[in-house]
Each structure stands twice: as C-alpha cells, then as structure tokens.
C-alpha cells in the first residue's frame, strides 16, 4: 500500500508542477495538497484521498483538458492502483 501511495504521489508532484508551468491555476491548486497527503494519510484518509483526486477526471471537466495526456494518463493508473490494493487491504481486515 505504501507502494502504490508514494508512486502516486511522484506522479501528482509531476502533474502540479506541469500546471505551475502552464500557469494552469485551478489544477495547481487542486493537487497542491494532494502529494503530500498521498505521502502522509493514514490507511483512512488515503481512500479519501485517492477518491477526491480520481474526481479530476470528471466528464465535463476533466484535468486531462489541461495537462498532457502523458502526465494525467499515469496519474489516473496509479490512483486505481492504489484504490485497489486500499480495497484489498480493508477487505482482509
């Protein structure tokens, strides 16, 4: 779990710093927090997390409109990723 955690959190520092240089200021300020939470958030908190930063990829608004396909496409994996191996986990408690 801590895994799949911190390799979305590589992936999020990425996509703000990709924003930051696209002066894309509403996704900077949406996935500020979201490294460091991936980093720091208990097992409860990192479901919360992961859901909150998978609802950037919504069907009108979407972060894939702003950033490279590149960046969002690995991001978006990783985020599944770590809801699966979250879900895995709860589940065997």
């Known amino acids: 779990m801590d895994e799949a ?3 979305a ?3 999020a520092d990425k996509l703000l710093e990709c924003a930051r240089q696209r002066g894309s200021q509403r ?3 949406f996935l ?5 939470l991936l980093r720091d958030a208990g ?3 990192l479901r919360a997390v992961a859901m909150r930063a998978r609802a950037a ?4 608004d979407s972060i894939r409109d702003a950033l490279p396909a590149e960046l969002t496409g690995p991001f978006l994996d990783d985020l599944d990723r770590l ?3 979250l879900a895995r986990e709860l589940a065997e408690r």
């Open 5 to 7: 955690a911190l390799t």
């Open 9 to 11: 959190a590589r992936t």
């Open 27 to 29: 996704w900077a300020e």
């Open 32 to 36: 500020a927090p979201v490294p460091d």
């Open 43 to 45: 097992v409860g908190e």
């Open 57 to 60: 990829y919504g069907p009108r």
């Open 83 to 85: 809801r699966k191996v």
